[in-house]
């Protein structure tokens, strides 16, 4: 079982639709949940990061924590083309003080 | 505040020969990761650092690659010898705490023909 696992995609949505992207992990005592947003051949972008269980909005970002069910997701609402990137969900692990990357999935919005 | 600064951009080495990958933080940060992206793939993390001391080196292959953050100067990853295979995309980040999130720089486009 990889340790951060996201469905690589392409997810495709139509602009101005909701696009819902997902990220399980491995370790169930993580505690620190990051989303990246990394555009072709540029360097990773925080873009939200959560800490508790329930929902955590920043303008048309929602990030969702389920520490239960060990998943962690991220919601764009009113997407846009500009929102077109590979998002990388990352897990600070319990056992050591480092980011453990997901694979990523690419999105796609499309006008 | 410039953020994670990283040099070179883009490095183009033949086989065998060494790579130097050179990184400074962002003010204030004192730890510093690196991970390396291949092709159409996730950051795989190599080293954690923080100044004079290595902090985690799991993902380091045992051959070959080594990093330093020395008390005055970048952080440096060293390649040795390099091959084929060590091309790659290279980030360096930085954060004020271990559980916070991570700025990244620009990284460095290693090529090895």
């Known amino acids: 079982q990889k340790e951060v696992e996201q469905n690589s995609g392409p997810l495709s949505v139509p602009e101005g639709a909701i696009a819902s992207l997902n990220c399980t992990y491995s370790?169930?005592?993580?505690?620190?949940f990051f989303w990246y947003r990394q555009y072709s051949g540029k360097s990773p972008e925080l873009i939200m990061f959560i800490y508790s269980n329930g929902d955590k909005e920043d303008g048309r970002f929602t990030a969702q924590l389920n520490k239960a069910s060990q998943y962690v997701s991220l919601l764009i609402r009113d997407s846009q083309p500009s929102d077109s990137a590979t998002y990388l969900c990352?897990?600070?692990?319990?056992?050591?003080?480092?980011?453990?990357f997901g694979a990523g999935t690419i999105l796609r919005v499309k006008s | 505040n410039a953020g994670v600064m990283q040099n070179p951009r883009h490095l183009v080495r033949r086989r065998g020969q060494e790579a130097r990958l050179r990184c400074s933080p962002m003010?204030?940060?004192?730890?510093v990761y690196w991970y390396r992206q291949l092709p159409e793939e996730g950051l795989k993390f190599m080293v954690y650092l923080q100044k004079e001391n290595i902090i985690d080196e799991s993902g380091m292959p045992k051959e070959r690659f080594s990093a330093e953050f020395p008390k005055e100067g970048p952080s440096i990853l060293r390649i040795q010898q390099v091959v084929r295979g060590d091309s790659a995309a290279y980030f360096c980040?930085?954060?004020?705490?271990?559980?916070?999130?991570?700025?990244f720089g620009s990284g460095t486009r290693l090529t090895v023909v």
């Open positions: 003010k204030g940060h004192s730890h």
């Open positions: 370790d169930r005592g993580s505690q620190s």
């Open positions: 990352a897990v600070n692990m319990e056992y050591g003080n480092k980011l453990v």
């Open positions: 980040a930085s954060s004020h705490k271990p559980d916070n999130g991570y700025t």
